[in-house]
């Protein structure tokens, strides 16, 4: 039989019960689980388990690392959970309890930084105690234990696609080379463009920018410069000096988003689409009468290499009749200079698209402002170039450089009066002009006979009066041949 104990006698057992635990030390909590799920800077979720605040966590700018920290407390007392990262970056819930997450921050300083998180597990919550001596007292008998992670943010590199190697012919107007980047971290990116290897050759660099058609975000660069002599390109001047063109071009560009850098090397080289004819003639026909007629590829010599000569019209004359051709008519001129289309200029080029530029190298036409004009100094003969110096100077029907260079002599017959009027296609290394820019220097009254008959030349020469004379003598005024 079991009695029951007297009330008091109740009361005092558990009195000395309570005195009894009382007595007894407050044990420590004792961690059980810890652990830290990160977020590979490749992922967009938590993806790797790091077990134990000895291991390194590494997340991307802006992740995430979940935390999950589990203790126990042998006196029952109830845990509390605090959480801290020394301000850096921010927690779910500060005061959660074994599970938090903490989202690193947007940005940091140089490519990685380390950062520590801490948990603080204690059995006594002494801050809510109001009394500043309840709160000591609380202090003095809890008990805490103390959790340290080591979390690396990193910041990813951009990505840049663009071609390593690229030819661009001559006759392209522009070279253009397009390069795409991305920031895996959405960091706006910075492109540059910067000749390294052949800065003579090829114009400043400028760029734009390339967005997405539908969201007009910038998705890369354009870079955009005009080559301004091909490649391997033996620049030779009247006076002798030389300067060869590289192969190739190098630019350098690169995509930074303000701390990491990519950069690439591109190999531009521009060649020559054709190689231009030694001399020769282009069989063409005049508009005007439907007749073919036959014309030389370049100013006399009409041989690629060589300087235009400077000649008096009785000179052109007796040039052109020694190899049994004669001088163009102006129409003729006309029509090889400006083909089918009609073209402005014998050049495919537009001179205004290097309005810019100090000079425009090669490009275009022996014109005011071509490389040849540019270091002749404002001296007609030394600005002449070589025939062919100018590849784009063709035009549609490849008889060159009748835009700049030299003006040329022509000769048209007049069958009414028999007089042999004169002309010149005027615009040479001075003087702006197009196809149809031709002046006119007079009428020859013909006594009779062939003109390109030395004889008859030299009595017709003879024949003129001194003004007369002096215009058709005149210097800084070529020719080219016809048949």
Partial sequence: MIRSLPPLALLVFLSACSLLHDELPNESPTLQISQSICQSPAMTHPDTIVNGSDAFCQVRRGGEIRFLVRAADEDDDPLIYRWNAFGAGSFRDSLASGENSWFAPESITGSSE????????????????????????????????????????????????????????????????????????GDPLEYRWQLTEGQAGLSNITQEALRDDETL???????????????????????????????SYRINTSATDGEGLIERE??????????????????????????????????????????????????????????????????ESQAACQGDQPLTYSSTDDPLAYAGLEHFGVRFCNSPKSAFAFLGGGDFTASLAPSGSFPNCGGT?????????????????????????????????????????????????????????????????????????????????????CR
């Fill in 266 to 331: 591109i190999t531009v080289q521009v060649p020559v689409e054709s190689l231009l004819p030694a001399g020769g003639m282009v069989q063409l026909t005049e508009p005007t009468t439907g007749l073919d007629f036959e014309i030389d590829v370049y100013e006399y010599p009409n041989s690629k290499g060589e300087f235009p000569l400077e000649a008096t019209l009785f000179e052109a004359i007796n040039f052109c009749g020694v190899q049994g051709k004669r001088l163009c008519s102006p129409s």
């Fill in 114 to 185: 380390e950062f520590i998180i801490q948990v603080v597990i204690s059995d006594r919550d002494c801050n809510t105690i109001s009394g500043p001596n309840d709160r000591q007292a609380c202090i003095d008998v809890a008990e805490e234990i103390m959790e340290t992670f080591r979390v690396e943010v990193i910041q990813r590199l951009p990505t840049y696609s663009v071609i390593t190697d690229t030819t661009v012919f001559f006759r392209e107007p522009f070279i253009r080379i397009d390069g795409f980047g991305n920031d895996p971290d």
């Fill in 217 to 247: 975000e910038q998705i890369g660069s354009r870079a955009i410069a005009i080559a301004l002599y091909p490649s391997n390109y033996l620049l030779r001047r009247v006076n002798g000096e030389e300067t060869l063109f590289p192969a």
């Fill in 397 to 481: 029907t490849g008889v060159f450089d009748l835009t700049g260079n030299i003006g040329e002599w022509t000769v048209l017959s007049n069958d009414s009066t028999g007089d042999l009027e004169i002309y010149f296609m005027a615009s040479d290394v001075t003087i702006d002009g197009g196809c149809t820019f031709i002046g006119s220097a007079g009428t020859l009254p013909l006594a009779g006979g062939d003109i390109y008959d030395p004889a008859v030349l030299q009595q017709q020469r003879e024949s003129l009066n001194e003004i007369i004379l002096q215009t058709l003598e005149q210097g800084s005024i070529g020719f080219r041949c």
